[in-house]
């Protein structure tokens, strides 16, 4: 069965430093997703990506966050400049459809910002 | 807006009784529903979810879930819970693609 797979499992990275978190969504769906989850805390959202461009972004997914797709497979989440808040367990998603779509997740990045 | 509340943030229960793990949520607009789980070190897997007819929904590893409108709730339930159904149960609403998620509940079977 087709999943989605993220590296690395897990980054641990100096505050201030950029960090680069990869996703190899399932080969046919078009919805892409980024939630994070800080340690004790609810999954929350982040962004959506849509055919080659965000489709819709939460209050967390300020200027020091964007994503990419630069080829057919991958999706990234880029952090410019990390804070020591930004230290959770991230997660990608990808849906071939919206409006109930079933999202499947892979199964985190844990980031550690120091 | 939309949010979920997961009344119970531990259950602990044993091996092979019924569970119930409550979700409510709140919409001004019809949303779809879904129960994910997110066993030890792993990412979340959907359970079930909703999206209309027959309010009673099946998922997977015997689980089901009942949509009651009235009372804006999606409740999870299985008849007899496994060792193997420990694990943190999310329940998550959207009416577009972005899910909101509520604070979960732990799942702990016990011999």
């Known amino acids: 069965e087709p999943e989605v797979t993220q590296t690395p499992s897990h980054q641990v990275t100096q505050m201030g430093q950029e960090v680069i978190l990869r996703c190899v969504p399932i080969?046919?769906?078009?919805?892409f997703y980024w939630y994070r989850q800080i340690l004790g805390q609810k999954v929350e959202f982040l962004v959506s990506?849509?055919?080659?461009?965000?489709?819709?972004k939460s209050e967390i997914f300020d200027d020091q966050f964007s994503v990419e797709r630069p080829d057919g497979s991958n999706f990234t989440l880029k952090i410019r400049s990390t804070k020591l808040e930004d230290s959770a367990m991230y997660f990608c998603?990808?849906?071939?459809?919206?409006?109930?779509?079933?999202?499947?997740f892979g199964p985190g990045t844990r980031l550690t910002v120091l | 807006a939309q949010s979920v509340t997961q009344l119970d943030s531990q259950v602990p229960v044993f091996e092979e009784a019924p569970v119930e793990l409550r979700c409510n949520y709140s919409?001004?607009?019809?949303?779809?529903l879904f129960w994910y789980v997110q066993y030890p070190n792993q990412g979340l897997q959907l359970l079930l979810k909703?999206?209309?007819?027959?309010?009673l929904v099946k998922g997977i590893n015997g689980f089901e879930a009942e949509f009651n409108k009235s009372q804006t709730s999606f409740h999870l339930r299985k008849p007899s819970v496994h060792i193997s159904d420990t694990a943190e149960y999310f329940c998550?609403?959207?009416?577009?693609?972005?899910?909101?998620f509520g604070t979960g509940t732990r799942l702990q079977v016990f011999p």
């Open positions: 990506f849509y055919n080659n461009e965000i489709s819709e």
């Open positions: 998603a990808s849906s071939p459809g919206t409006n109930g779509g079933t999202q499947y």
């Open positions: 998550a609403v959207t009416n577009t693609d972005k899910l909101i």
């Open positions: 080969s046919n769906h078009l919805y």
């Open positions: 919409s001004s607009v019809s949303v779809y």
């Open positions: 909703y999206l209309s007819g027959s309010t």
